[in-house]
């Protein structure tokens, strides 16, 4: 099994997180089942919004993994944080993609494990949350969703076109594609991913089982804010200056 591994980073500072290269390097040499080879896309962004920058970066991927002959990719987004079996997790689930399990940063506080997945709507497993409690740990079928974590096989990169709207980014209506053209999608509940953040302060946000269904790890060095205080935070890539909102974590 071959494997490329693929990373778009962040137009701005930091490109990538720390954490993100540490467990990622950790989860590669963990895996026994073939070869693992890791691109990191560095300042390649053309379009001035996001969403079309993203889906440029993911396209690239896809004929990167085509034409050099490897039998799966692997996204890794560059604020998560993996754990060291998450190759073989998502190996394990047998299907066309494989999801890993992690909560949007931004918005709701939701799981990436969706049920349902259609151009306009959506619902993540976390909406019910005895469901979600119920299924931690199992490997399921979903509808999507999130390229945070993902692996997705090469006969399912032949019929991949990623695109985008102004509404939402390829990964959703890459989950929406799979499900039209056939496509199994499955996500494994015991491969839980953490999601950096700045905001409302620098954050490492983690599934959990306990009321909320997240948790907050806070990055080493840092504080809970107050609203209206700033402070000036060091990720290993520069310094920047954070404003405190009136969020709930």
Known sequence: MRILAFTPTNPNEPYIWPRTVTSAHRAIKAFQGGSVGWVISYHDNPYPDGHGNITHNYNKAVRMALDGGY???????????????????LMACDSDI???????RHGMRNWSAYTEVAETHGRTLSDEPDA????????????????????????AL???????????????????????AGLTQRANLAIVCGH???????????????????????IDGTVKMEPGQTYTYHVGMGNYTLYAEEVTP
Do not use: F
Request: glycine content about 6%; hydrophobic content about 45%.
């Open 196 to 218: 950096c953040t700045y905001k409302p302060w620098p954050q490492i946000i983690w599934p959990s089982l306990d009321m909320r269904l997240h948790a907050v790890e806070p």
């Open 132 to 155: 979600a409690r119920s299924a931690w740990g199992r490997i399921i079928d979903v509808a999507g969703v999130g390229l945070g974590c993902t692996l997705i096989r090469r006969d």
């Open 71 to 89: 039998n799966a990719l692997l996204t890794i987004e560059c604020d998560m944080v993996i754990p060291v079996d998450a190759i073989d997790g």
């Open 98 to 104: 494989a999801y890993s399990l992690y909560v949007w």
């Open 158 to 180: 032949r019929h991949l076109n990623l695109r985008h709207s102004q509404y939402a980014a390829c990964d959703w209506y890459l989950a929406v594609d799979a499900q039209a």
